[in-house]
């Protein structure tokens, strides 16, 4: 009788035990609630993203990019890669682009992995050798270059990093203001003149979905977040304590699986 209630009693846990089991089932619970609540921003962003057309997503209405052209330069009329990097050393990269259908080298002192980050570039006139620097009339010609809409330039801003419609942006950044039905906003980088991309009305929400799709509550223009870690260590723990709930139910018989074999049978 005494092995038998010794037996018993082996089984019963203790209080600390106890404790810990009830702490677990109400971290379960909540972080199941939280996690849920994110879940259900997920899904209701990503079906946002599958009837939403990739122009309004990416700001594309009245976008423009225009067709490959064979610039047809004179040679000999250019000066030479040489004579730029002697007037300019130190250069990781050289390359001759086309900038407002005109020749200039584009001299990379450090090359970067992505383009919004810190360049350290300078424009070069191929047929000059002088320093171009993007100014608020090249910038507004290029910006008109790739915009096809009703509208026409009404302001434009020199912005300084961080620019809150490209967090991620480390260069400054020309903000050409369009005078149209979705208050288009051109963004030319004012280092080496590259097109950034259209910001409009359709915009603003989509980056308010992009922001709650990816958890970027921090404004950091990218996924690798805090938040993201936060939640992927709740999802874990959720998981975890998942198992931990089943094989304690397994343990102490909780599932009345000989029941549901017989009605099954």
């Known amino acids: 009788m005494s092995a038998k209630s010794s037996v018993r009693t082996s089984k019963i846990p203790g209080k600390k035990a106890k404790r810990l089991q009830h702490l677990i089932r109400v971290w379960h619970y909540w972080v199941g609630a939280l996690v849920s609540l994110q879940f259900l921003i997920w899904l209701g ?43 300019h050393p130190n250069q990781q990269q050289l390359a001759l682009i086309s900038l407002d259908s005109n020749p200039v080298y584009l001299l990379t002192e450090t090359a970067m992995r992505y383009k919004h980050e810190c360049q350290q570039q300078t424009l070069v006139n191929a047929y000059s050798g002088e320093v171009i620097h993007i100014d608020l009339s090249l910038a507004t010609t290029l910006a008109i270059d790739s915009y096809r809409g009703p509208g026409s330039v009404i302001s434009a801003n020199k912005l300084k990093p961080p620019i809150s419609e490209w967090p991620k942006e480390c260069n400054p950044l020309w903000q050409i203001n369009m005078d149209d039905d979705l208050e288009t906003r051109i963004y030319i980088n004012a280092i080496n003149g590259q097109l950034i991309g259209h910001k409009n009305s359709d915009t603003e929400l989509a980056d308010l979905m992009f922001k709650l799709h990816f958890m970027d509550y921090l404004h950091q223009g990218s996924f690798n977040n805090p938040f993201s870690w936060f939640f992927g260590l709740m999802g874990l723990f959720l998981s975890l304590s998942g198992l931990y709930w089943v094989g304690e139910n397994l343990v102490n018989k909780r599932y009345k699986l000989t029941r549901f074999l017989k009605v099954k049978s």
């Open 45 to 87: 962003t990503g079906i946002y993203f599958n009837i939403t057309p990739h122009e309004a997503l990416k700001g594309m209405a009245y976008s423009h990019h225009a067709a490959h052209e064979d610039y047809n330069f004179n040679a000999a009329e250019l000066i030479t890669a040489k004579q730029v990097l002697t007037n």
